[in-house]
């Protein structure tokens, strides 16, 4: 039956096509979805594999293309290493369907609507999740995980909505539905006690407030941050107590003694195999060439069975010195990109969102010295629609100036070139 599904969901994609080419209504719909989905697609069981190995102990994973495929053929070129080539050649193919992600984003981020429905999206995605993490509080839950699995990987996932959401909270009047992003955003941070995700979504809010008042000052904005920054004080007493019920049951210590222990194991294994282990490879290879027993990883399931708490780490050794070299790109050059385009267009409200998605970076670049779960495909689709945005917006800015040139060409040509109309002129 799930072939059958899949058969019915590919040959229904050209009339799906048409309609969306004859309504704009219709499309509205589905920018609102790109952003909606990456939330609940994995508890609603949307997702359509056509090969899927639910049990493997792995992860199965953009400006600015060039880059993106720069990761992408890292990816392939790492399968020559694998011990198990089809198992690092689903990451290079999940790296294909994000670069797919990537490009429908920046082509709807170049309409009008497209980034207010995605970013809406998102916020509705992010509601939804704490709606479920304040349903798991109530219950007793130390960590709330909402319904994606686990408090980090969804931890990581608020940053791409609270982020943006403040942003056009500080850029405009009208902005009613981010009140809701950022609140939703800040008490899944809170029921979560991840102290990744709090210590740096504390930061992530003063970075922002900061940079949009340098960027361009006013009145509106002077007030969202004071009241911004009052919300973020109320949630930390809220945070501070779920990060006390986590530690009266699991002690710091203990914690940061097992990362260290994933990390060493991971520097040994990039120090044997400089060129990679092959994508999603990592947990096998650490376990069965004994990498993790030497390095001091306890034993247990969970334990064993999850990669280096550090995504920098777990590049390079499942894709080598090419593979990290690829991924540092595609994390920082969009944050150059984003903090350039909103400086060169102060003028530009677009420039705000932009403000908005270079944190969301930044503090996305900050994470993966804690957290492996960059890598699955979840983050990845997220990280794909962030920077889709921004190139969309960049594109969309693009094509204004380039209008603006023809039309003052045009308009030359049409007065002789001083202003007279070339008719008259000519008497």
Not at 2 to 31: D, E, G, K, T
Not at 96 to 109: E, K, P, Q, R, Y
Not at 254 to 276: C, L, T, V, Y
Not at 293 to 321: C, D, K, M
């Amino acid at each position: 039956m799930r072939f059958v599904a899949l058969a019915v969901i590919i040959f229904s994609v050209p009339i799906f096509f048409v309609l969306l080419q004859q309504n704009a209504r219709y499309r509205r719909y589905l920018y609102f979805a790109v952003g909606f989905l990456p939330f609940v697609i994995s508890a609603w069981n949307l997702d359509g594999a056509i090969i899927s190995w639910a049990t493997w102990p792995g992860q199965i994973a953009f400006p600015f293309t060039a880059i993106f495929i720069a990761y992408i053929g890292a990816a392939a070129l790492s399968i020559v290493f694998s011990n198990n080539p089809q198992a690092s050649f689903f990451y290079a193919w999940q790296l294909g369907t994000v670069m797919l992600v990537f490009w429908a984003s920046a082509n709807i981020c170049m309409t009008a609507d497209g980034p207010k429905m995605i970013i809406a999206g998102l916020i509705c995605g992010i509601t939804l999740q704490a709606g479920f993490s304040i349903n798991q509080k109530l219950s007793g839950v130390v960590q709330a995980s909402g319904t994606m699995g686990h408090q980090n990987l969804l931890g990581v996932a608020t940053h791409f909505a609270l982020y943006p959401s403040l942003a056009l909270l500080m850029a405009t009047k009208k902005a009613k539905l981010p009140v809701l992003g950022v609140i939703a955003g800040l008490i899944v941070v809170a029921f979560g006690a991840s102290r990744a995700t709090i210590g740096l979504a504390g930061i992530g809010v003063m970075l922002l407030i900061f940079l949009s008042m340098v960027r361009k000052p006013s009145a509106r904005k002077t007030k969202v941050a004071v009241i911004g920054l009052v919300i973020l004080a109320a949630a930390t007493p809220v945070a501070i107590s779920s990060l006390q019920q986590r530690f009266a049951i699991n002690s710091t210590e203990g914690s940061n003694e097992e990362r260290q222990a994933f990390e060493r194991a991971a520097k040994m294994i990039w120090s044997d195999h400089p060129m990679g282990i092959g994508a999603n490879q990592y947990v096998v290879i650490a376990n069965t060439e004994g990498y993790s027993q030497r390095a001091g990883v306890i034993w247990n399931q969970g334990s064993r069975s999850a990669p280096v708490h550090n995504s920098y780490l777990l590049v390079a050794a499942e894709t080598g010195f090419i593979g990290l070299f690829c991924f540092i790109l595609l994390i920082f050059v969009p944050i150059i990109a984003a903090l350039k385009f909103a400086w060169a267009n102060r003028g530009d409200p677009r420039g705000d969102l932009a403000v908005g998605i270079g944190v969301t970076l930044t503090v996305f670049a900050l994470h993966s010295f804690y957290e492996w779960v960059m890598l699955t495909w979840v983050i990845q689709y997220l990280l794909a629609i962030a920077i889709g945005m921004l190139a969309g917006l960049m594109m969309q800015r693009k094509a204004m100036k380039r209008a603006a040139v023809i039309a003052k060409r045009k308009k030359q040509q049409e007065t002789g070139g001083n202003g007279v109309p070339a008719l008259v002129k000519s008497t």
